[in-house]
């Protein structure tokens, strides 16, 4: 893995970018300035900064997306974020669907020793509190709901967008990692499931990022 030196702010980026490259194929740059909570003008100084280290590259009219550089940095920023989510799920009782926005006020401190405690308390191989693996290689074997069959049951691996509308969406609706659903019916971006909660149409952003195993 590669050694990295990016600010705080830098690792925000490509945490950010990750997420809605494996949201969406590709990270958009106004889904971006709503998660950094930044004008899509603001943050084109930092891109700039990243896209000139070979960190990130830009695709014509469609948006960002990590190089093999920008995805080895992912490895090592995402891997710290979602240490932390776990940490203070898991040990300080921090609710589901607040723990990602919460998680930015320690993750940048998570290295080296620090990160072996950390470690040594929520387990070596885990996963944050929405299913998303310590490794983001293991971020791949799942399917889409919008992709899944119907009249077929399935198990909820993982949330891949972690904006806080959407986790408290999926808590109201029962849609967490380990729990089980059955694909009623789906159109081209809409997919209804059933669950113990009952019948949830998930449109757009929420079937693409909720992710299955069968």
């Not at 950010?16 to 300035?33: C, M, N, P, R, W």
């Not at 891997?79 to 300080?92: G, M, T, Y």
């Not at 891949?160 to 081209?188: A, C, N, Q, R, V």
Request: aromatic fraction near 8%; proline fraction near 3%.
């Amino acid at each position: 893995m590669v050694s990295i030196k990016l600010t705080r702010q830098q690792e925000d980026y490509i945490n950010a970018i990750y997420e809605l490259q494996d949201t969406f194929g590709i990270a958009k740059i106004v889904l971006l300035s709503k998660i950094l909570k930044y004008s899509p003008g603001a943050i084109n100084d930092e891109l700039k900064r990243l896209e000139g280290k070979g960190y990130i590259e830009r695709i014509p009219y469609s948006g960002l997306r990590l190089t093999s550089i920008g995805f080895d940095a992912a490895k090592i920023t995402v891997k710290k974020h979602r240490i932390s989510e776990a940490f203070l799920f898991k040990i300080l009782d921090v609710p589901w669907e607040k723990c990602h926005l919460l998680s930015s006020e320690i993750e940048h401190s998570i290295s080296g020793e620090l990160e072996m405690y950390f470690m040594k308390k929520i387990g070596e191989k885990g996963t944050c509190p929405h299913g998303n693996s310590f490794n983001i290689e293991e971020d791949k074997d799942d399917i889409r709901a919008l992709d899944a069959e119907p009249n077929k049951n399935y198990l909820v691996k993982r949330i891949s967008y972690e904006e806080s509308t959407t986790l408290m969406l999926m808590k109201i609706y029962g849609i967490m990692p380990g729990k089980k659903i059955k694909i009623i019916s789906k159109t081209m971006d809409t997919v209804t499931i059933e669950n113990e909660n009952g019948i949830f149409p998930l449109e757009g952003i929420y079937a693409l990022s909720v992710r299955l195993n069968e």
